[in-house]
């Protein structure tokens, strides 16, 4: 099983299950008596037949194929990958949480609607917001959501002119494209040279068509926005809104709020902040937090306390409406939920504190070795810029294919675009100095094939369970599905 | 970097072959090694009249995107099939492979472009 | 010391030494005075997991559920069978700990899983590609409507009454911000109104959203349905179970253009609501228009077969505003409990959910209209979900039921205030005569 290559498909045989079910006990009909056969599909679905042990070794096989913060370190910038508790995985499969109907009676479900209430209540006192939603499946979720909060706030007010929304030219690709789908015009403006907003620039752009800016702080770099005050008055003088995109939260839980800074609207993500796990791409949770005076544009449902009971209040003629069926990815909400609870408020500001000094500690090690284009204090993350001496034009895509041979999650790479050969690192928090120490004396080794041994950075990995895969032959041929043809080349 | 004569040239990097009062449009040697593996050559509709300056394509390699702007207003006559299987031909012979033939409707885009010579030097600049 | 976190005092003096600061304060001096917090989060003490545990499952005692409840609820989320391997194969803590597979040499777990999740929603909906999967039901239902729209180059959508009211309400916030019209067509007895939809679809309007099996759990006969829309070049969206799709004509043997559905009865547990998954499909010529994630067979340096997210240009992170979507993330883990669900129950086993849950359906019909009290709402062909009416209001009958801890159907006054006293009773394979029985004796005395 060592070289496990197969698709499910090839080990099907016909005849062989899986499941059981028991004998249908009501009386039997024959469907054709009461479905017309014009309805009723022709042919079974080319679903696979194997037996129970078949699908465990398969998927088992295929989970032996992947990287996981419980394998080792994910350095990944902007992503937060940071431990995720057990405890918190079984707290949201108590059956009290994870089988009950989302559409059953309020009396029915009021541990799940307190659940709720109390983390809106929690993650308006980390971020200095007065009313969260949990209603957004993820980050750029809900980005929309704070968006068309914004466009329904000013059209409220009869200000329809406002069709524009600034952008930094470091903002995530989600942003702009959040932005358009919210059917606003994206303003985007250069960054400063340190990656900062450049405060003449944002200026000149501001006008009586801006909706509103967003803006991550600590920005895509991992440096605190100082000028985030100015920015805050500069964009209300013109009259439009400041949104925070929340990816970067990890870095100041506790030590300073968006709230606090003048943000109007924000997002936070659960998986990434609040530890709840990527899951391979999802599900996350993207909860949109707002000041009072838009709390009435937020998605119907919210949930209020009536007396000592909780309510889903769908009187709210001026929401924005609905953004997600039912009340968003309650099973993510739960864990977060508890990780607060574990964590407490002095321990989520002790995250943050650690989370910045590892990732100072990492830069101060590895600048000696990598570019550092802005040499100052990071926050949670940094940015490098490849190789400081790179006689080989080693790519910063080979010093990552690298480090999967070492056995390491590469950082994020070509991220932010502003960056050339940019490297990302977030080391978060639940990282020991042993790992970062580690993790660093790779680093260095790297660097140090690269001008000794060049060729093997070029060709890497060698050491895992697929090389470098041709990816524009995946997007010349498009397979996207098994077609039954393949045979073993093994 | 290659380039080749008789070819005007923009600057997003597309390249025209003017005959009569036909137009070849593809996109330069300089473009297609910047965009690297091209995975897709969107094409337009035979018929489309555009504006110099439209988008006429889209192209896509394995990282990237890039809009692609007709130098020259016209309408389009003929679109270059075999890029649909064989988007690689950009990259093998990017002045070969042209990837939109256009009536020329008004000439004024023409004197905007460069010749082999000036766009050698716009590309020194560039990098 | 807090269990999440590993740093000793020596080893944080250690590293303030190594980056030549005081205290760690000294990592936020640029943090300006004025805009620190200046006072503690106004928030709990830690908890240890004991106390957590035990503040947790007060919470969850205070929920009942489907363990406590005989469930008939569905209108979107279903009490189907979930085979205990599943649970344990998502749970391997190396999918769900892991990120989205951007490095693909030590992802092929979750690249894989996913093709063969694409694979499997492709022949259960009969369409030619489909993605990594989207949110939920009703946001990916949202995304085909934006892919049609988008193709069409015009800015109105018709989505029929009988179509899931969240998702015909997530639609029209969607819509209103992207300044697109959302029309809605009539129904008539519990169908979509093929003579009023006509005139709405020859006026213009270039795209169709219907619901098979519709909300009501009737099967809609969609044939006339797609000739009048494709005569009139417009796109065909539909609504999709995916349940049904075991013993049903898919969507694309009946020439649908996308088809977009929740996925959640795919071996993902009710959990209030979410995480679930949306699914997308549609035909090879709308391909490049898809939004999401979607994974290539490709090979490796060494010419092994091996597994890459592709088609990414059309995605925000490369073509930012421009993108097809905003959308990022897909619902990893839930479509891989799905891939692992339609793996388990294989050809032969979603049949036969399919086919029990449709007999034990219309047992119950039958058995909830014998006396007279309740009559059928519609007189359709249906699938697993059906609605019946009486002189009792319906919310007093669910309240009835629950005091015998039956989860009674979903009370249709509520979105559809024509309907009166109409209830929606639901029957997946889960539930038994004797369960059936009870629900009809209950229901014949309230």
């Known amino acids: ?490 | 970097m290659e380039t080749k004569s008789g070819l005007l040239y923009s600057k997003d990097h597309e390249w025209v072959r003017v005959e009569g009062e036909k137009a070849y449009v593809g996109i330069t040697d300089y473009a297609q090694h910047a965009l690297g593996e091209i995975v897709y050559v969107e094409l337009p509709a035979v018929g489309n009249e555009l504006n110099a300056g439209d988008v006429f394509s889209v192209i896509e390699s394995v990282k990237a995107a890039s809009d692609s702007y007709l130098p020259v207003a016209g309408k389009v006559l003929e679109v270059n099939e075999a890029l649909s299987d064989s988007p690689q031909l950009v990259n093998e012979d990017p002045y070969g492979s042209w990837i939109v033939v256009v009536e020329i409707t008004d000439k004024a885009g023409l004197d905007e472009l460069m010749n082999e010579q000036e766009y050698r030097e716009f590309c020194d600049k560039e990098a | 010391m807090h269990r999440y976190l590993p740093h000793t005092e020596d080893d944080e003096r250690l590293m303030l030494e190594s980056i030549g600061a005081k205290s760690t304060d000294d990592l936020f001096t640029d943090i300006p005075r004025e805009l620190r917090l200046g006072r503690k989060l106004n928030l709990n003490n830690s908890l240890s997991e004991i106390e957590l545990s035990d503040h947790m499952k007060g919470l969850s005692n205070k929920n009942k559920s489907s363990d406590n409840l005989i469930c008939f609820l569905g209108a979107g989320a279903y009490d189907h069978f979930i085979p205990s391997v599943v649970k344990h194969l998502a749970m391997r803590s190396e999918f769900y700990t892991a990120y989205t597979p951007y490095q693909p040499e030590i992802s092929q777990g979750t690249l894989q899983a996913i093709f063969e999740y694409q694979t499997m929603i492709c022949s259960l909906t009969g369409m030619d590609v489909t993605n990594a999967s989207m949110y939920d039901g009703a946001t990916a239902c949202v995304e085909a409507a934006m892919m049609a729209v988008e193709n069409a180059r015009r800015s109105s959508i018709i989505v029929s009454r009988t179509v899931h009211p969240e998702v015909r309400k997530v639609l029209k916030s969607y819509m209103r911000f992207r300044d697109v019209e959302v029309i809605e067509a009539d129904m008539a007895d519990g169908i979509t109104d093929v003579e009023k939809l006509k005139p709405l679809v020859e006026a213009g309007t270039a795209r169709v959203i219907v619901q098979n099996p519709n909300f009501f759990g009737i099967i809609e006969d969609l044939t006339e349905i797609e000739k009048m829309v494709h005569a009139n070049k417009a796109l065909l969206i539909d609504y999709a179970d995916p349940i049904s799709l075991g013993i049903l004509k898919s969507p694309g043997e009946s020439g649908v253009d996308i088809v977009a559905g929740e996925g959640q009865s795919l071996g993902n547990s009710l959990s209030f609501g979410g995480p679930y998954l949306g699914f997308l499909a549609t035909t090879s010529k709308l391909m490049r228009k898809m939004p999401g994630r979607i994974v290539g067979q490709s090979e490796d340096a060494d010419d092994k077969r091996a597994f890459v997210l592709t088609l990414q240009a059309r995605e925000q992170h490369i073509r930012r505003y421009k993108a097809t979507s905003n959308i990022c993330s897909n619902q990893g883990l839930n479509a891989l409990a799905a891939a692992i669900y339609m793996t388990t129950m294989g050809k032969k086993g979603l049949k036969e959910v399919a086919e029990q849950s449709a007999k034990k359906a219309h047992y119950a019909m039958k058995q909830l209209t014998s006396s007279g009290k309740f009559k059928p709402l519609f007189n359709k062909p249906f699938f697993k979900e059906f609605a019946v009416m009486g002189e009792t209001p319906a919310g007093k009958i669910n309240d009835e039921l629950l005091k015998h801890n039956i989860l009674g159907g979903f009370e249709l006054n509520n979105e559809y205030p024509e309907l009166k006293n109409g209830l929606l009773i639901c029957v997946t394979e889960k539930r038994t005569k004797a369960q059936i029985d009870k629900l009809a004796q209950e229901m014949e005395v309230v």
């Open chain 1, 1 to 490: 099983m060592k070289n496990y290559n197969s698709l499910i498909f090839e080990l099907s045989k016909e005849g062989r299950k899986a499941y059981s079910l028991p004998p249908c006990d009501v009386p039997d009909i024959s469907l054709d008596s009461v479905i017309p056969p014009s309805l009723m599909r022709d042919s079974e679905p080319e679903l696979p037949e194997v037996s129970e042990v078949d699908v465990v070794r398969h998927f088992t096989n295929l989970s032996n194929k992947n990287y996981g913060v419980d394998t080792g370190f994910y350095p990944l910038g902007s992503c937060t990958m940071k431990y995720n508790p057990k405890i918190n995985e079984d707290m949201a499969n108590l059956s009290g949480f994870s089988n009950i109907h989302p559409l059953q009676p309020e009396a029915t479900v009021q541990g799940a609607l307190k659940l709720m209430y109390e983390l809106d209540g929690m993650l308006s006192e980390i971020s200095g917001m007065d009313r969260v939603s949990l209603q957004p499946a993820a980050g750029a979720h809900g980005e929309l959501t704070g968006l068309m909060i914004i466009k329904a706030y000013h059209e409220s007010r009869g200000d329809k002119k406002r069709k524009k929304i600034i952008v930094p030219d470091s903002a995530h690709g989600t942003n702009p494209a959040s932005a358009a789908v919210a059917g606003f015009e994206i303003v985007e403006i250069e960054s400063d040279k340190n990656g900062a907003v450049d405060l003449d620039r944002l200026k000149a752009v501001l006008s009586d068509e801006i909706a509103g800016l967003m803006l991550t702080n600590p920005s895509t770099l991992g440096l605190f926005e100082k000028n985030i005050k100015q920015i805050a008055d500069l964009v209300h003088e013109a009259g439009g809104l400041l949104y925070y995109d929340g990816a970067n939260a990890n870095a100041i839980m506790g030590i300073a709020r968006p709230g606090d800074m003048g943000f109007d609207v924000i997002h936070l993500n659960l998986h990434k902040t609040f530890s709840t796990p990527h899951g391979g791409g999802g599900p996350g949770s993207g909860p949109v937090g707002v000041k009072s005076e838009l709390a009435r544009f937020l998605p119907v449902p919210v949930i209020e306390k009536k007396g000592d009971s909780y309510i889903l209040d769908y009187d709210r003629p001026d929401s924005i409406g609905k953004v997600k069926s039912f009340y968003g990815n309650f099973g993510v909400a739960v864990k977060a939920y508890a990780y607060i609870l574990s964590m407490g408020g002095e321990g989520l500001t002790d995250v943050s504190r650690k989370a910045v000094l590892n990732a100072n500690y990492m830069m101060s090690k590895l600048k000696k070795y990598y570019e550092l284009p802005i040499d100052q204090v990071c926050k949670h993350e940094f940015v490098l810029s490849g190789l400081l001496e790179n006689d080989n034009h080693i790519a910063t895509l080979d010093v990552a294919k690298r480090l999967l041979d070492y056995g390491y999650h590469p950082p994020t790479i070509y991220f932010p675009l502003i960056v050339n050969n940019a490297i990302m690192i977030e080391p978060t928090e639940t990282e020991s100095l042993e790992t970062l120490d580690s993790f660093i004396d790779v680093m260095i080794k790297i660097a140090e094939e690269a001008k000794e041994a060049p060729d093997i950075l070029k060709t890497a990995p060698h050491g895992t369970v697929v090389r470098r895969i041709d990816e524009a032959k995946a997007a010349r041929s498009l397979i996207l599905k098994w077609d039954g043809t393949y045979l073993h080349k093994e």
